[in-house]
């Protein structure tokens, strides 16, 4: 008997989607350093889920099990700021971003600083969505470590949704025309309010004086 072309194509998608989800697995374990027959874990769970819904056809469901099972990798691990870079101007989206190309600013230029953050908790809001809540402290010294300017609460930002997402990021403008042309240290510290976290980076930059 003849098999119909649909269904053959649709078979074939569906054997491509199970190789995927394999070397997904693959992937995980040896970024984890087990061994590819583990059986443990929310990315190694939540890939061979998906590899399972991938077989039977449900792409859209294979990717939920793998982004819920990120999730749930990303909540355990120490809350970690991956980027701090500054940048020319406000960054469009995630990793959408063009980085200034050293941290060399002229007399009353703003410093803008592009953060992607690693390792927030999330909150059940009771309406059926999910929240992180954090805030970020600021700290700015001079070449001797002298403090030139503090402020806590210097961002506070939520973020709301029918998951936990994993691309947060966010900006920070700072405006420092009236600093005198030297070496500086800027400190940012992120304080992750629903699981009492807090993680710094630093950033050193110089002001160029007049030419």
């Known amino acids: ?8 194509k649709a078979s074939e998608r569906s054997e491509g989607c199970a190789k995927t989800a394999s070397l997904l697995l693959a992937a995980f374990s040896l970024a984890l350093g087990l061994p590819a027959t ?3 874990g929310p990315l190694l769970d939540a890939a061979m889920k998906a590899e399972r819904l991938a077989a039977a056809g449900d792409a859209v469901a294979a990717l939920d099990a793998i982004q819920a099972g990120m ?7 120490p809350l970690t700021i991956a980027r701090a870079k500054f940048v020319t ?3 469009a989206a995630y990793r959408s971003y063009r980085e200034k190309p050293d941290p060399i600013f002229r007399r009353g230029e703003p410093l803008i600083t592009y ?5 927030l908790d999330w909150k059940d809001t009771g309406s059926g969505e999910m929240e992180a809540h954090f805030t970020v402290d600021m700290r700015l010294t001079d070449a001797t470590g002298r403090d030139v300017a503090l402020k806590q ?20 403008t700072l ?3 009236g600093a005198a042309p030297g070496s500086y240290v800027l400190s940012y510290t992120l304080n992750d309010l629903v699981s009492e976290r807090s993680v710094r980076v630093e950033q050193p930059f110089s002001i160029a004086g007049d030419s």
């Open 71 to 77: 999730a749930a990798f990303s909540q355990a691990l």
């Open 115 to 119: 953060l992607e953050i690693v390792g």
């Open 153 to 172: 609460g210097f961002g506070d930002f939520r973020y709301a949704g029918q998951g936990m997402a994993q691309e947060v990021f966010t900006h920070l």
């Open 175 to 177: 405006d420092v025309a």
């Open 38 to 40: 583990a059986t443990s």
């Open 89 to 91: 101007e406000k960054p």
């Open 1 to 8: 008997m003849r098999r119909k072309a649909g269904s053959a």
